[in-house]
DNA sequence: CGCTTGACACCGT
DNA sequence: AACGGTGCCAAGC
C-alpha cells in the first residue's frame, strides 16, 4: 500500500460538506510528507473517486488543484456543498475543516 | 542507487 | 500582511 493510496481511502471518509488540510491527512497517516500527498492528489488516478477539491492547505487556501485559473467550477460545486471559497481561499475554513 | 519533481508547511525578512 | 527561501517526504526515471 502505497502512501498515496492510503490518502485517498483517508479523503474518501471526508464526510460532505467537510474539508481538511494536508498538514491534518499527514499526522493522521503519521507521515510528514506533505508534499507526497500533494503529488498523489495531482496524479489522481481516481479523480471522480477521490474529492481532491476537499484538500486545502494549513493557511485555508485551496492550494494548486486549480484555485489560480479561471475556471473554478469545482469551487461552485463546493459552494453548493457549504464551503465557499474566495478567490482560492476557504471560507469558515475552520468551521469547514474536517479532524478525522 | 541517486537525482529531480511537486496540488505543502514553516520561518525570516 | 505579503513574498521569498528552506526543509520534508514519497514516487518516478
Known sequence: MKLAQK???LIN???KGKITTYKELGKRLKTKAY???????KKNPNAPQVPCHRV??????VGGYQGKKNNSKK???LKKEGIIVEKGKIK?????????
Open 75 to 77: 469551487i461552485g460545486l
Open 92 to 100: 469558515d475554513f475552520e468551521k469547514k475543516l474536517y479532524r478525522f
Open 7 to 9: 490518502v485517498y481511502s
Open 35 to 41: 508534499r507526497a500527498i500533494g503529488q498523489a492528489l
Open 13 to 15: 471518509k471526508i464526510p
Open 56 to 61: 486545502v492547505c494549513s493557511d485555508g487556501k
